[in-house]
């Protein structure tokens, strides 16, 4: 008898994300705002989110805290004398990337004037952000110099995004960070930044270019040394693919110049990054003070940032002073070409006076017409030297040169974070870019944290030692990483998680805590837990506890993961799975040479190992002016086959159908029909 299978017909959604479809290719500054054009209505543009600052509560209170805390240490008897504890910190805020109206006024204006008709239709609806909490630390060599005061990684985290145009933002700082942290925060001016970069979804037309690449080589790069268990930064991997697009191991061919060569590379990039490795958790990587999975701390992962944040700043000044120096140059050129072209002016207009002096004095002149047509012709004469002259140091000084784009423009995730996949495509990988495609884009930006200092007067700001006798109270922070309030309904139902701490006494005390979308977004993805003091005499051991969490999923499925010790202050959630997106792309030419009136693409995927088979579905129409798409799902971390079927709707209602296959690729060409459908359809239902 075979068996039943729980089979569940899930339709690609329509959430505000999934609604936008975004054209990528050609952006628009207005006013103060970067748009981007619907693709479906020309007149319709979606801004960017920008300028992020601390979201305010219904009484007006910057939802903000910070706990600081500091734990004793004991030197051994051979050690020498410890003059400072151990410690840490965590800091946690919601932040939003609402625009000001009168913001929004001036964009709206500046992009009517630019294309008249054109409205804004919104907000672009990011599908992840990431961010870095700076700071500037006292140079180790304490030299007075200009380099006095070196900027500082102190921590990297995702945002999840929250409803109403929100992330949150929690991270998990070094003793030498949450020191920094609190000194500055004493100052009405502190020298603090986030560091956000934001990405979001949309569509790319089709470019006439391929890549090439060896996948193995690539591997090999002494970038990706760790192997699958390195973590890699974006701006890495983006230094490796540099190199090794130098060495010929990547090589994009394009064909013309209708593309803007670094749009080519990004897509470039993007198509390999897909291919070879998969998104991580950067609490993951800066949980201290226990190493990474590579060998490296958490600390020498967040130097590893700094260097890499202090790298591409400096590349940005470097861009930013380059097109000062440019516009200083052009502004020069400009003025020069202006005085020469008014000293031309002047030369033909003391010509057109002579020659009119000339006229009337006739052929025989007076004395006194004949020394007005000397002093006219000399002037003339002179205003013509001066002419030349000028016209030359204008010629000489060359057209005006054109400035590189500014690093505010989106771009490359560069503090993203990421691992090898444990199972990739190996040997020579190529693919073709002239289709339609789905693409991201990632907008980074800087925020000042502003004066924080009546916040410590609200209990937002606390430090405690948690050696002290009379702190006879715990609380946890559990902080959910790598979901969404979107992912809420979608894919998750909720999350418990269980707290258990065994006490010297014996007793035992218990505490949960049920995440689902409504307090996902209320707490801001943070969520406390908490034990008391009963009779512990032991502070070492009083610190453990355990916890375990159970996730529910759409359609039934749960996954419980076994009781794990601990004895950190905070409680880094990563669920355990991952978003997929596959990206759906096609040549409209090729589909309407087929007779292609509509393709339907489903997705067969598990949310856990022993769940039941879940589908997503998307249908193209061949009609419609960028033929692509992009359906998401969610998979068990790690897992990067899945299955999938392509229907094809021909004319006369015939319809012809891949069959089910399985892949690992991340993207699908869906204009390929199975050979032989032009004569005789291979499956016709």
Known sequence: MKAIRFFVLLLATASPAAAQQISLDKPVRAGDLVMFRDVQDEKAYYYA????????DDNGVPQFSFFRWVDNVRSGARETEAREGEGGGIVHALVTFGVPRELLADAARDLQRQIPGARVAGPIVPKAATFALVSSLASKDGKESANKFATQVLGIGNAPILDGDKAAVSITLTKLGAQVLWEQFQTPTPDISFHFEITVNGFLAPIRATVEANLDEIVKHDSFAAGIAGNFFGAQIKGAFDELRRQNVIKLTQVGSDANFEVLIKKAYDQLVDVLFEKTSPANATAAPQADSAGSSGEDFLKRATDKFKENKDAADKIRKENEDITKKNTDRRVK?????????QAKDLQERLRREEEAAGPTPDAAAKTRIDNFRKSADDAQKEAVAKRQTATEAGPDEATRKEPSEPGFAIMATYQLKRSHVTGLYRVDLNKSSADTRTFPFDENIGDLRPLFKTGAFRQVNIDDPLYQQREIVAILDGLNSTDFGEYVNFVSLRLRKTHESGQITDDEVRIDRRNFNQEGAAFKLLYGWKGDNKRRTWMDYE???????????????PWTKASANEIALTPPMQRRSIELKADPKRLADQGVRAVSVKVFYRASPDGPEQVKQLTLNAGTPTFVGRLDFIAPTGTTEYEYEIAWRLSGNREVSSGRQKTSFTSLDVDELPKGTHEEAIWVR
Do not use: H, M
């Open 547 to 561: 916890y375990q969490t159970v996730w529910s999923f759409f359609g039934g499925a749960s996954l419980q993961t």
């Open 337 to 345: 070409r202006e005085a020469a072209a008014a000293a031309e002016k």
């Open 49 to 56: 989110p920008t300028r992020p600052r601390l979201a305010i």
